[in-house]
């Protein structure tokens, strides 16, 4: 099974800080890879597809980069509701299931 | 707009079976290459996936969960049912239900509902 570990588990930043979270998979997705945003109470919710493209939406400090077993995700200057927890997420074709990494808390520093 | 609902019991005693409905609009689950999938999490923890179903009524399963889970789906109502059986405390958790396609991203996803396990 395709492990996704994220890093670092905590980040702490101010608003205007890049922000930068890597999430490393065991065995290559090559570009199946996605990334989600999720605040107290609220449901997850799509950023990034394909490891590199927006979902409908979403502003455009938000950025996804890699392929293989590397990927990151790469907001340029945090707004006050950017802090949130976020997930990467990937799809297997053999055998065909999900896994999500343990997620990156994202705080004001 | 596509939107998803999640329905069922809030509070279940530890053996119990749960049974969770998912009921959506704005698409239909008999168009090929569309899914819905289960996905769930636990107070402080990260997400979770379940369990999804195809168009095609296909189905995938958490390795680490499929002995417990059967997912089901009814077209003509657009709903997608989830149960667990044998429910335990660690299962405590909010439970999403999210469209997916044959690309294998989750989106949008239903609010979710949170489902406590006790005595």
């Known amino acids: 099974d395709i492990v996704l570990t994220q890093s670092p588990a905590t980040l702490s930043l101010s608003p205007g800080d890049r922000a930068t979270l890597s999430c490393r998979a065991s065995?290559?997705?090559?570009?199946?890879l996605a990334w989600y945003q999720q605040k107290p109470g609220q449901a997850p919710r799509l950023l990034i597809y394909?490891?590199?493209n927006r979902a409908t939406g979403i502003p455009a400090r938000f950025s996804g980069s890699g392929s293989g077993t590397d990927f990151t995700l790469t907001i340029s200057s945090l707004e006050p509701e950017d802090f949130a927890v976020y997930y990467c997420?990937?799809?297997?074709?053999?055998?065909?299931?999900?896994?999500f990494g343990q997620g990156t808390k994202l705080e004001i520093k | 707009q596509i939107t998803l609902k999640e329905s069922g019991p809030t509070l279940v005693k530890p053996t119990q079976t749960l049974t969770l409905t998912c009921t959506f609009s704005?698409?239909?689950?008999?168009?090929?290459?569309?899914?819905v999938g289960w996905v769930r999490r636990p107070p402080g923890k990260a997400l979770e996936w379940l369990a999804l179903?195809?168009?095609?009524?296909?189905?995938r399963y958490s390795p680490s969960l499929k002995s417990r889970l059967t997912v089901t789906k009814d077209t003509s109502k657009n709903q997608v049912v989830l149960t667990m059986t044998n429910m335990d405390p660690v299962d405590t958790a909010t439970y999403y239900c999210?469209?997916?396609?044959?690309?294998?991203?989750?989106?949008?996803w239903g609010q979710g509902t949170l489902v406590t396990v006790s005595s």
């Open positions: 999210a469209h997916s396609d044959h690309r294998g991203w989750f989106d949008p």
């Open positions: 997420q990937q799809r297997s074709n053999w055998p065909s299931m999900y896994t």
């Open positions: 704005g698409f239909s689950l008999s168009t090929s290459g569309l899914s």
């Open positions: 394909g490891a590199s």
């Open positions: 065995q290559s997705v090559t570009s199946y």
């Open positions: 179903i195809f168009w095609d009524d296909d189905k």
